[in-house]
T-cell receptor
């Protein structure tokens, strides 16, 4: 089945620093979704990217979909303690079968 | 309030004792799915359902059963739980529309001793 590889597994940043997580696939993706899971919480849908080269922003979060639709990234500018959590990318294999990456755990030192 | 409701939130059980985790959504979503979350492995899909009476296996279906008799409910059944099924379980649903993400329940933490 389709796999999405996510790196890094873990990142610890100083508050105010930037953070980026990457998602890669060996196959072309139809679209990609991003989720955030706060510690002790459940995944919450952030955004979906569909078009090649697409860039979308949500306040300090910037999401990109690669030109070849095989990779994606989530960049957070000037992290805050509220950004703490695990960020997952996810892609559809077929139908509505959503496959998740292993996630990147973000910790922010204040 | 639009939501996915799972019960129970926490469950400790013994090996071999059948259990059911319930999941219900009030958004009239067609697609529902069960995931388990284990450290370092992310979210792995157990089963999913595209509509009433239509279900299919995910990546880790062994030891689990599901049913979709009504659109709103999608229970997860463990006929004979084993310790390797100790995990955090999430139910999720979506309309399946173009830019729709999954809405997740609050999770069920299951421990099998």
């Amino acid at each position: 089945g389709q796999q999405v590889m996510q790196i890094p597994q873990y990142q610890h940043v100083q508050e105010g620093e930037d953070f980026t997580t990457y998602c890669n696939s060996s196959t072309t993706l139809s679209n990609i979704q991003w989720y955030k899971q706060r510690p002790g919480g459940h995944p919450v849908f952030l955004i979906q990217l569909v078009k090649s080269g697409e860039v979308k922003k949500q306040k300090r979060l910037t999401f990109q979909f690669g030109e070849a639709k095989k990779n994606s990234s989530l960049h957070i500018t000037a992290t805050q303690t509220t950004d703490v959590g695990t960020y997952f990318c996810a892609a559809f294999e077929y139908g509505n079968k959503l496959v998740f990456g292993a996630g990147t755990i973000l910790r922010v030192k204040s | 309030e639009a939501q996915v409701t799972q019960n129970p939130r926490y469950l400790i059980t013994v090996t071999g004792k059948k259990l059911t985790v319930t999941c219900s959504q009030n958004m009239n979503h067609e697609y529902m799915s069960w995931y388990r979350q284990d450290p370092g492995l992310g979210l792995r899909q157990i089963y999913y359902s595209m509509n009433v009476e239509v279900t299919d296996k995910g990546d880790v279906p062994e030891g689990y059963k599901v049913s979709r008799k009504e659109k709103r409910n999608f229970p997860l059944i463990l006929e004979s739980p084993s310790p390797n099924q100790t995990s955090l379980y999430f139910c999720a649903s979506t309309t399946g529309g173009a830019y729709d993400g999954y809405t997740f329940g609050s999770g069920t933490r299951l421990t099998v001793v």
